[in-house]
């Protein structure tokens, strides 16, 4: 509101110049040519307005007073060309004036926009970073402290133990193989450079296998899984559905408490199977 007061305040103070040139102009009775770019002052001043319908009037209102100018000396027949010539002149050099001053102030925006845009990339780069630091770090800690036991009991180790922790140390690595694709995919995308591979995509298989990695990393969640009213396959992508998926349960995992359900649900509604995954946690904007 009072970016648009401080404009249109200015706005009339540069209409207000424009009229004070216009009383010059009728008081200099022979045509003088300075007095016909002195209407370039204003349309310049126009430049400190970003409003681009108020720079078109402030053009506007300079052409028609100096066109005005034209009908109120007093000249001989001599002087006519001299005189409409200074004034198509004048009418050139406003207009010029006036297509500089709105391409500046295009230009400003645009490297204004760029900017916001850049400071939010870097924002979301750091946050992206900040991110991924932290989710790596949990499975290459489950890794480091799987290999210091195994070492630490390797002449006493039994083979169930052995066996199990080998498990886990496969569980992280994998966690980190679905991490990495994330990037991958999250990369692409943002580079528009995902193409489509479509194939028969078994629904139930597919989600099954997620619900068990999830569990497999989550053993605070509790992953449901009721999908039997799901068409068996579907012709989709498998990798950019698995990437979906994962990432939601994921998240529905993340943003909800130790102890909670994780529901994943299907049907099918027509043509279409209609997969819904549901928590109990603090829940997105609607």
Not at 79 to 97: E, K
Not at 143 to 151: F, L, N, Q, S, T
Not at 236 to 264: C, M, Q, R
Request: aromatic share 6%; hydrophobic share 50%; net charge positive.
């Amino acid at each position: 509101m009072l970016k648009f007061l401080v404009g249109k305040k200015l706005f009339i103070a540069i209409v207000l110049a424009q009229l004070l040139i216009f009383g010059l102009d009728l008081v200099t009775r022979e045509d003088d040519i300075s007095i016909g770019f002195l209407y370039t002052i204003p349309t310049l001043m126009g430049f400190l307005i970003k409003e681009r319908k108020l720079q078109n009037v402030i053009v506007g209102i300079s052409i028609l007073l100096i066109t005005l100018g034209c009908f109120l000396p007093s000249i001989t027949e001599g002087d006519l060309l001299i005189f409409f010539g200074n004034r198509a002149l004048s009418i050139i050099t406003v207009l010029i004036t006036g297509i500089m001053v709105n391409y500046r102030v295009r230009l400003e925006d645009t490297l204004a926009a760029a900017l916001v845009k850049e400071k939010k990339a870097s924002a979301m780069q750091r946050a992206f970073v900040s991110m991924v630091s932290h989710e790596f770090r949990t499975p290459l800690t489950i890794i480091d402290g799987e290999a210091y036991r195994m070492g630490k009991l390797k002449n006493a180790i039994s083979p169930e133990d052995l066996t199990t922790r080998i498990k886990s140390i496969r569980q992280a690595v994998n966690r980190m193989i679905v991490l990495i694709e994330r990037i991958l995919y999250t990369s692409r995308a943002l580079d528009n450079k995902i193409a489509m591979h479509l194939e028969r995509v078994n629904l139930w298989t597919l989600l099954k296998s997620i619900a068990r990695q999830q569990n497999d990393v989550a053993t605070s969640h509790q992953i449901r899984v009721a999908i039997h009213d799901l068409p068996v396959s579907i012709r989709a992508d498998k990798a950019l559905l698995t990437y979906i998926f994962d990432n939601l349960v994921g998240n529905a995992i993340k943003y909800s408490p130790a102890g909670s359900v994780v529901e994943i649900t299907g049907h099918t509604n027509g043509n279409l199977a209609v997969i819904m995954i549901r928590d109990h946690g603090i829940g997105i904007p609607q």
